[in-house]
């Protein structure tokens, strides 16, 4: 077991340090990482195919709590085959409305409704961005907001890096406050059987808060760098309608509905007891049957490389489960806290917080999931309260460096390639005490809340 262990380590470590380099695709990295797991962890250490099979998790598909629950609780590990298909059904939805123009049209939209002025579109554009996130993955909620915002400040002459750097902070603690609004979220849902609205009433308070403040204090640093764009009545009136955007009239009644019930279906899982699975795989279909020859075009858009990346990543994380590591870790958090519940806390928002700056949050998520169980025994209660603190910490923490989020690395290059570079100085300069800020909110509210009573 032993050697095991020591395998499984290198094999994540080096994993974290290609991922972190990013000279290999991270898809290659985790698919290669979880190869050599099931080699040399479980085929040449361990000899247990029992347990690999049990890493690989295909039988859990042919269940039928994977598609429908009735509440009760199963055991979950290895592949997270819900997450990668409830990823995948959202990623269709999302490249459906895009093909029809969903995105162009609400940004413009909304920009027009504030008559094209800077300091109302900077108030909207966050407000938009923090709202979409919840339900829309946020590396394309800033993939269409950063393009139009480049496009607007060329037509109201104003700097555009504000405005995105906003926005991209406002799209990671959107995506905080529900369990499909972030991929950390997603993974700590379904590992933990968490449904859609226990993190609106949970994560999504504690987010809900944090936007106020936020929405304060970039308007606090950034309005001297906003002032004096804005469109004058004869720019505002030749402003192009934004119904001209929509692309497929057809297709973006369809897409809206479809959003709709997906977002419907989220709201009431834990009642009707539909799986994130089901809903995925149910959403997936009926856009490409509303999509009708442009099906090709859907399909291409979606980022397969993400659910090969999950895979891996699963499988990788998997290895080090099944040899202990991950409760070991537990075990020294818990000797490091002992009964202290305010300190347990503090350590899981923070160091998830610190390290998904520099390192994805995926893989740290679903490192720390298992962990955190373990930490919790039986029970019920402070399991939630560390589940949304690695949810806190995960999702906002990332926000403070250019590489801590995809959302980041998508906002700063649509910035720089309109020619307005943002170096990691400006960058960190902002965004480092805004995510202070969340993370000290976080803090708080989890002591106030939870740690109080438990």
Not at 241 to 253: L, R
Not at 284 to 291: D, H
Not at 431 to 442: H, L, N, Q
Request: hydrophobic share 55%; proline share 3%.
């Amino acid at each position: 077991m032993i050697a095991a262990r020591i395998v499984a380590i290198v094999i994540f470590v080096a994993m974290f340090i290609l991922i972190i380099t990013d000279k290999i695709e991270k898809h290659y990295v985790t698919l290669g990482c979880g190869a050599l797991t099931l080699i040399g962890v479980f085929g040449i250490c361990l000899r247990d195919f029992s347990a690999m099979w049990k890493v690989i998790n295909l039988r859990s598909i042919a269940t039928l709590e994977f598609w429908h629950t009735s509440g009760a609780e199963s055991e979950t590990g290895g592949v997270d085959w819900a997450t990668i298909l409830f990823l995948g059904g959202m990623m269709v939805m999302v490249e459906g409305m895009a093909r029809a123009g969903f995105f162009n049209w609400l940004c413009r939209r909304i920009a027009k409704l504030v008559h094209y002025k800077t300091i109302p579109i900077f108030f909207a554009f966050m407000a938009m961005s923090f709202v979409l996130a919840m339900f829309i993955d946020s590396i394309t909620v800033i993939l269409f907001l950063a393009s139009v915002t480049i496009e607007l400040s060329r037509l109201l002459k104003f700097n555009p890096v504000p405005m995105i750097m906003s926005e991209i902070f406002c799209a990671n603690l959107g995506g905080s406050a529900t369990m499909c609004g972030d991929p950390p979220n997603i993974i700590i849902g379904s590992n933990l059987h968490y449904s859609f609205m226990d993190f609106v009433l949970n994560t999504g308070v504690v987010a809900l808060i944090s936007f106020v403040f936020i929405v304060l204090y970039f308007y606090l640093v950034m309005k001297k760098e906003l002032a004096g764009g804005g469109a004058s009545e004869s720019d505002y009136a030749n402003m192009p309608s934004p119904e001209s955007f929509i692309t497929d009239k057809k297709g973006f009644i369809a897409s809206c509905i479809i959003f709709f019930c997906a977002v419907a279906m989220l709201v009431t899982h834990s009642t009707t007891g539909l799986t994130v699975a089901f809903i995925g795989v149910v959403i997936a279909i009926i856009t490409l049957i509303t999509s009708g020859k442009h099906i090709g075009t859907v399909l291409k858009g979606v980022d397969y490389k993400t659910l090969l990346f999950f895979t891996g990543l699963f499988v990788v994380v998997g290895g080090l489960e099944e040899t202990g590591v991950l409760e070991l870790i537990a075990g020294f958090i818990s000797k490091v806290c002992g009964s202290n519940y305010y300190l347990m806390v503090a350590i899981i928002i923070w160091v998830s917080g610190i390290a998904s700056a520099f390192i994805d949050n995926i893989p740290f998520a679903a490192t720390m999931v298992p962990i955190i169980k373990d930490l919790a025994g039986t029970s019920d209660p402070l399991l939630a309260t560390l589940a949304w603190s690695l949810a806190m910490g995960t999702d906002v923490g990332g926000s403070a460096t250019p590489i801590g989020a995809s959302a980041n690395v998508v906002g700063t290059s649509a910035a720089a390639k309109a020619g307005h570079p943002i170096g990691w100085g400006a960058y960190c300069k902002k965004m480092a005490p805004a995510t202070i800020i969340v993370m000290v909110v976080s803090t708080v509210y989890v002591w106030l809340r939870y740690v109080s009573v438990l």
